[in-house]
């Protein structure tokens, strides 16, 4: 590595590519610089170059937040449940759901957190018989509620740096 440049950093680099007929594809460098948060303004995002979601992550919360809004009664908890999710809607988006197991990357507690909701309120919706005779009696807002609210004690990571390829960890601010 160049003297001065650290591993799992961003760069930017300005250059001309060309293709080698021996060598293949090269670049030569005219300039190299960290990414400053100038760049980060101009739209750079480191998250572009981890594994992420195939779906659109603000789309996704505005899915669960709708599942929500159509399937908690109460008000109040609905409020409650509502705003516990835009607290933590940024490390929902960002967040992997595990590192290895079931949605590792990022995105994917929020894409796991939708896939639960989901069936949980579908699920509480039909009444299945096995449930008609529990005492108390299935409470669809509070199950609507805890799936949609299972993950934010991993959300609460309230800033997460992704990962790098090689290293598929992810760390807290």
């Known amino acids: 590595m160049r ?3 650290a591993a799992r950093q961003f760069y930017k680099i300005r250059g001309v590519y060309a293709e080698h007929e021996r060598y293949g594809p090269q670049i030569d460098l005219q ?4 990414v400053t948060d100038a760049d980060r303004e101009d739209g ?3 998250a572009a170059f981890v ?14 937040k709708a599942l ?4 908690i009664a109460d008000a109040p908890l609905r409020r409650l449940v509502l705003t516990i999710l835009d607290r933590h809607a940024d490390a929902l988006k960002k967040l992997p759901a595990t590192l290895r197991n079931f949605h590792p990357f990022a995105g994917g507690l929020l ?3 939708l896939s639960v909701t989901t069936a949980v309120s579908t699920w ?3 009444t299945p018989p096995i449930t008609r005779t529990w005492q108390p009696p299935l409470n669809q807002d509070l199950v609507v509620a805890g799936a ?3 993950p934010t004690s991993a959300a609460s990571w309230s800033s997460a740096t992704p990962p790098s390829r090689r290293s598929r960890r992810w760390t807290a601010a």
Do not use: C, K, Y
Request: proline content about 3%; cysteine-free.
């Open 68 to 71: 929500v809004q159509e399937n």
């Open 51 to 64: 594994e992420h979601s195939r779906f659109d992550a603000g789309a996704m919360f505005a899915e669960l």
């Open 31 to 34: 300039n190299i610089r960290l």
């Open 44 to 46: 750079f995002d480191p």
């Open 124 to 126: 509480s919706r039909s």
């Open 111 to 113: 894409e796991h957190t």
């Open 148 to 150: 949609a609210l299972h």
């Open 3 to 5: 003297e001065g440049l």
